[in-house]
């Protein structure tokens, strides 16, 4: 299988305070990871790519220093909201890209996704 | 540039009936597609893929999609909607020399009874 998961699974903080969600490959090695926000009743919006042993990649109009990412090893990465505000309030979910270039993998399956099953943060 | 465009962002049929949800698709070479189901408050669950094999692709839960070149459309099919079907779906699309994938807006399909 391809198992990912996120937690916590849901998280209440006091504005200003910083949280940190985790991201795991369970049951593989995933040199690329996802991080991606999800208002209510909207699709996901690519927030950053997280690439092991490297600086995370971030989209435009996401702020590096707001959120941090940290990919430490091939099934860790790490988002960390810092000084939270009510406006970050949302549905964070985070995806694992299984497989390797030249890894032996087979090329239809380094371009598939596994989900996390997400992380509900509510800032007060 | 890639780009997705999931037509209705509601789809009400009834148990039994057929399911229709469309996705079309923009891509400056051979696309991977994907659809997606999400329910409440969970993250995204991989219904089926296409990547360049059969153009006709069945997914888990009875679902198909059938990759139309022509017409740059990957509609979701299902034969007979049932009330667990009810749930958001997305039409995904992504390239294998890129590392992003793009997601449609999303149909929320409900199912009366």
């Known amino acids: 299988g391809a198992v990912v998961s996120q937690h916590p699974s849901r998280v209440i903080c006091k504005s200003g305070t910083s949280v940190k969600i985790e991201c795991r490959s369970l049951d593989f090695q995933a040199t690329t990871m996802f991080w991606y926000r999800q208002f209510p009743k909207k699709s996901l919006m690519l927030m950053a790519t997280s690439n092991e042993g490297s600086k995370a990649t971030y989209e435009q109009g996401v702020e590096k220093d707001k959120f941090l990412i940290n990919h430490a090893s091939l099934t860790l990465s790490t988002l960390t909201v810092t000084s939270a505000h009510p406006e970050d309030s949302s549905f964070y979910i985070c995806?694992?890209?299984?497989?390797?270039?030249?890894?032996?993998?087979?090329?239809?399956?380094?371009?598939?996704?596994?989900f996390g099953p997400g992380t509900r943060l509510t800032v007060l | 540039a890639q780009s997705v465009t999931q037509l209705g962002s509601h789809v009400s049929v009834s148990e039994g009936a057929l399911v229709l949800l469309r996705c079309n698709y923009s891509?400056?070479?051979?696309?991977?597609l994907f659809w997606y189901v999400q329910y409440p408050n969970q993250g995204l669950q991989l219904l089926l893929k296409y990547t360049s094999a059969a153009t006709l692709v069945k997914g888990i839960n009875g679902f198909e999609a059938e990759f139309k070149k022509s017409e740059t459309s990957f509609h979701l099919t299902k034969p007979s909607a049932h009330m667990s079907d009810a749930a958001e779906y997305f039409c995904?699309?992504?390239?294998?020399?890129?590392?992003?994938?793009?997601f449609g807006a999303g149909t929320r399909l409900f199912v009366k009874a």
């Open positions: 995904a699309v992504s390239t294998t020399g890129g590392f992003k994938t793009i």
């Open positions: 891509s400056s070479v051979p696309p991977y």
């Open positions: 995806s694992a890209r299984k497989g390797l270039a030249g890894s032996g993998y087979p090329q239809r399956a380094y371009n598939e996704q596994f």
